[in-house]
């Protein structure tokens, strides 16, 4: 399983972002992926995990209403849209996934040195 994250970038607050997560080599009990940040000295978080159904997901709490992941089956890629980027969003960005974990479980348990994790992008939001 492979997992490949883009499209991090400087942006200014209040602006937008869409990163991508392409994805190879799910086989069966590979259907949920979850998005995680990580800041220096603080443990990597999920903040966004959908199942394999796009009516399936999760948000944590402090980007509700901002964020929205998505996937394209069809393309084996999972998006995440960042809307109304804050200062304290900015992060490395990872995607991951791991068989046999609901969409929930991925972003609530997934420990960085389980599953399959993308390399990270970075999103800086900054004046």
């Known amino acids: 399983v492979q997992l490949q994250a883009s499209g991090g970038g400087l942006v200014q607050p209040g602006g937008s972002l869409r990163l991508s997560c392409v994805y190879s080599?799910?086989?069966?009990?590979?259907?949920?992926v979850g998005w995680f940040r990580q800041t220096p000295g603080n443990e990597r978080e999920g903040v966004a995990c959908?199942?394999?159904?796009?009516?399936?997901?999760y948000y944590e709490d402090s980007v509700k209403g901002r964020f929205t992941v998505s996937r394209d089956n069809a393309k084996n890629t999972v998006y995440l849209q960042i809307n109304s980027l804050r200062p304290e969003d900015t992060a490395v960005y990872y995607c991951?996934?791991?068989?046999?974990?609901?969409?929930?479980?991925?972003?609530?348990?997934?420990?960085?040195?389980?599953?399959?994790w993308g390399q990270g992008t970075l999103v800086t939001v900054s004046s």
């Open positions: 080599g799910f086989t069966i009990g590979y259907t949920a």
């Open positions: 991951a996934t791991a068989s046999g974990y609901g969409y929930g479980a991925i972003c609530l348990t997934l420990e960085p040195d389980s599953g399959s």
């Open positions: 959908i199942g394999e159904s796009s009516d399936d997901t």
